[in-house]
């Protein structure tokens, strides 16, 4: 039992770092005493290790055709079977992790920070900015979520970075109005009346007093909405509109398994248990992050 | 320890209350004995004395984690940890009631005030239909509500805070309850309305004979209200004595506890202050 | 130091216009300890906000430090006049250890040497080093609000204002907060304006008084005349009375009145 334990838990931390890692370790053993929240961490980490290292996780290369063995059911050679061309799908499936890595990554970098900003700018300065910006909000929300993302790559054209801005365009309006609705809460209180007692400026207030607040509720908020962009990065896959062939996206393997669902089941059936497992894997993180961050459950 | 002549409707023998926390188990409530007969008992104490805890530990509202055990709970001779759950939940809201300081987290917001009390007859089988409504509103005129026909239809959060304790009351006391225990009843209200509330439950609390447990942090108010007072530290009794004997307690943490209090006529001096000494927590510690 | 002229602060719009301050006036001199009583709804509390600036409409004469109150408060008001709410539980930031709290004022005013003032301001109100870097929630309530007049502290301000600052604690803590507050009026020469609905406090800490209800002052006086319950208005003397304790005999008479 090193000094570790006694430095993580002593009641008088003596530095910033050591108060901040105090939290951070009673948050995580909250976490882990939460056997689902620890399941969707085990699976969000074994799809970031499958990115990380598919070329040394992989069997096969994802792309190399193999045409004497297609259709080949799972076997000791291919562990999950090939698809119509003879690809390996285990090595595809550990490769296409990159792809739905890539998407989520990237709609989460952007959907988070605008929803936060739009929505603690909208509920503190209040009056006018608050109308319009909500409105806005409103706007975006009124798109339907795959129609918009379907039209958006039909127009600009299939690839990733097109589905992105479309999953993102509509991902965001739901995280400034969960930010919003936060915000309005935390401005009536009695420390933010005493930060503008100090002469903290509204900007200061709403980025060093109301973001750190509202941030739990938003990164939960996201966590979960990365299972609903994992599927729907893979319906535009499914239909064309994702990633181009060959890269192996799961939504687009699906696609071409389609056709031989009833008698070589195992080509659609493997990527889809994947989808299955990375959206389950991010719901579950985000209930579990919920327990641990957020305040009203304390 | 009861005043002599009244019998006890409440024996508590080594009540304790712990809570598991990750550091350990906490105690709140470390061995506490006293009863109560048909008087009027104060519980007075700092915040974290265990001084609420022994008070919900008798009606049984414990929050879920925490265990309660003690030698001896009973209330009229049953024992109280011994009960039935349903028999015990019946017992807590027929026979003994409790008031707690903001009504509002008490009564149903959605409910109008007078039916919340006419419910309380209904369910416990004292009364029904318009029955049932004339003893609310008699309850609520014996709370001294003025227009209890308004208070009556009123929505809780349509009452001041003086006239929602008011209404609290009336619902605790409408089933006739043996034992009240009222925890801090009147700590949120203005000092002018303090007065008539605490008048109000004197008044009530004497006429009908209940017993009475007051859980209070103001050891002034409870010594001429009360007729015995109980001094709690860090769960456990430090003193019990007769309310009029308050003013010589021997206790240093009581006497701490009346002294530190300003008074009007008392002058701008520094006000004396409790030195915490760690030897009063750690003693009586032994059984 | 503080002049107030016909103060009136009204909330609302229309019809539902609520006025919280009708029009009142009173001063405060240099160094002294003004005390403001009364019961919830008196507007005591909205007098001390608007002094602190928090009230945006507002209308009167108010002078503080020998300039207007100005309605959108600058730095340099900020650090003549500070406040200290009533709650310790909802004034600090959950998230926030102390350091953090304490740095900010230092942080939003530019005053360098932060390591150095945290430390001393902590000790200023009773609290060591051990403290520091704890979270709101490790503290008890007095603790709490040591570290909300730390923070007020930290800007030396003249004016303290000081909203029922022990109204949320024991009583055995509020003898040690009021105490403290007392040795800090002494040491650094500021002007209190405490606001309280206990007249013992008031009584304790004040050298004059004014009495609230409904939003006007009924009665202005001092200490000595509080003490000895030389009060010439109704409501006042029925204030006294009610703090005086409960009291069996006139129990009853008092609630018929009620």
């Not at chain 3, 202005?220 to 029925?238: N, W």
């Amino acid at each position: 039992m090193g000094g570790w334990r006694a430095y993580l838990t002593t009641a008088s931390p003596r530095s910033r770092r050591q108060a901040a890692l105090q939290r951070a370790w009673l948050g995580w053993l909250t976490f882990r005493t939460n056997p689902a929240a620890m399941l969707g961490l085990g699976i969000v980490s074994a799809l970031v290790l499958c990115a990380a290292a598919a070329p040394w996780l992989a069997t096969h290369s994802p792309i190399e055709q193999d045409l004497v063995r297609r259709l080949a059911p799972p076997s000791a050679e291919h562990w999950l079977g090939t698809d119509e061309l003879g690809r390996d799908i285990y090595s595809r499936i550990v490769y296409g992790a990159r792809i739905t890595l890539r998407i989520v990554a990237l709609v989460a970098v952007i959907i988070g920070p605008i929803g936060l900003a739009i929505g603690c700018l909208a509920g503190t300065l209040g009056g006018a900015v608050d109308a319009v910006l909500m409105r806005l909000t409103d706007v975006f929300l009124a798109f339907p979520r795959l129609v918009l993302a379907l039209a958006l790559t039909a127009a600009l054209g299939p690839g990733i970075e097109n589905a992105v801005i479309a999953i993102g365009l509509t991902g965001w309006p739901p995280l400034a109005r969960l930010a919003r609705a936060e915000t309005l809460t935390i401005r009536r209180s009695d420390f933010i009346a005493a930060a503008r007692v100090i002469g903290a400026s509204q900007l200061r207030i709403v980025a060093v007093h109301v973001v750190p607040l509202c941030l739990p509720s938003v990164i939960i908020r996201l966590t979960l909405d990365m299972a609903g962009v994992i599927l729907i990065a893979a319906g535009l896959g499914f239909l064309g509109l994702g990633a181009t062939p060959p890269s192996p996206e799961w939504g687009a393997m699906i696609a071409t398994g389609r056709k031989f669902v009833l008698d070589q089941w195992w080509i659609a059936a493997m990527p889809g248990l994947a989808i299955c497992a990375a959206s389950l894997g991010f719901n579950l993180l985000g209930d579990g992050l919920r327990d641990v961050l957020d305040p009203k459950l304390r | 320890m009861t005043a002599p002549g009244t019998p006890a409707i409440l024996e508590v023998d080594d009540l304790r209350v712990a809570f598991p926390t990750r550091g350990g188990l906490v105690h709140a409530v470390r061995g506490v004995s006293f009863s109560v007969g048909r008087e009027k008992v104060a519980i007075v104490g700092e915040s974290g004395s265990g001084k609420s805890m022994t008070g919900r530990a008798i009606i049984g509202a414990v929050p879920r984690t925490g265990t309660v055990t003690a030698k001896r709970l009973a209330f009229d001779g049953m024992d109280l940890l011994a009960l039935p759950p349903a028999r015990r939940r019946a017992l807590a809201g027929r026979r003994i009631a409790m008031v707690l300081q903001d009504p509002k987290f008490s009564l149903n917001p959605v409910m109008r005030v007078g039916e919340q009390i006419a419910e309380g007859f209904r369910v416990h089988g004292i009364a029904r239909g318009a029955e049932a409504r004339d003893r609310a509103l008699a309850m609520l005129e014996a709370v001294r509500i003025r227009d209890p026909g308004r208070v009556y239809r009123a929505y809780p959060h349509e009452l001041s805070g003086g006239m929602g304790q008011r209404a609290m009351i009336a619902m605790m006391l409408a089933p006739g309850p043996d034992l009240l225990i009222a925890d801090e009843p009147t700590s949120a209200l203005d000092v002018t309305v303090q007065a008539q509330v605490l008048a109000i439950i004197d008044d009530l609390v004497s006429r009908s004979g209940m017993g009475l447990i007051f859980i209070s942090h103001d050891l002034d108010l409870v010594a001429r209200f009360c007729d015995r007072v109980i001094v709690m530290l860090a769960g456990r009794i430090v003193e019990s004595v007769a309310a009029s004997d308050l003013r010589r307690v021997s206790h240093p943490y009581a006497q701490g506890l009346l002294r530190c209090v300003p008074r009007i006529d008392g002058g701008q001096g520094d006000l004396p202050t409790l030195s915490r000494d760690a030897i009063w927590r750690a003693e009586g510690s032994a059984p | 130091m503080i002049a107030v002229r016909d103060l009136t602060v009204r909330f609302g719009l229309g019809a539902d216009v609520v006025t919280a301050v009708g029009g009142i006036g009173f001063d405060v001199r240099a160094g002294e300890s003004f005390g403001i009583v009364g019961e919830s709804g008196s507007g005591k509390s909205t007098v001390l906000r608007a002094l602190a600036g928090l009230v945006d409409d507002w209308s009167g004469a108010v002078s503080v430090a020998g300039a207007p109150l100005p309605r959108r408060p600058d730095r340099a008001f900020r650090r003549r006049v500070q406040l200290v709410l009533q709650d310790p539980y909802a004034s600090l930031h959950p998230r926030q250890t102390v350091d953090r709290i304490l740095a900010e004022p230092l942080a939003v005013h530019g005053i360098p040497d932060a390591d150095r003032r945290i430390v001393d301001a902590l000790a200023a109100v009773g609290l060591d080093a051990s403290f520091r870097f704890r979270y709101p929630h490790q503290l008890s309530g007095g603790q709490r609000q040591r570290v909300a007049v730390a923070r007020a502290l930290l800007l030396d301000p003249e004016i303290l204002l000081l909203d029922e600052p022990t109204s949320a604690l024991d009583v055995s803590v509020q003898a040690e907060v009021l105490n403290l507050l007392r040795k800090l009026r002494r040491e650094r020469r500021m002007t209190f304006v405490l606001v309280s609905h206990n007249l013992a406090v008031v009584a304790n800490m004040c050298d004059r008084v004014a009495v609230m209800t409904g939003g006007l002052i009924v009665e202005q006086l001092d200490a000595p005349r509080l003490a000895a319950g030389t009060v010439t208005h109704e409501y006042t003397s029925a204030l006294l009375r009610a703090s005086a304790g409960y009291d069996r005999s006139h129990g009853a008479h008092d609630a018929a009145m009620g």
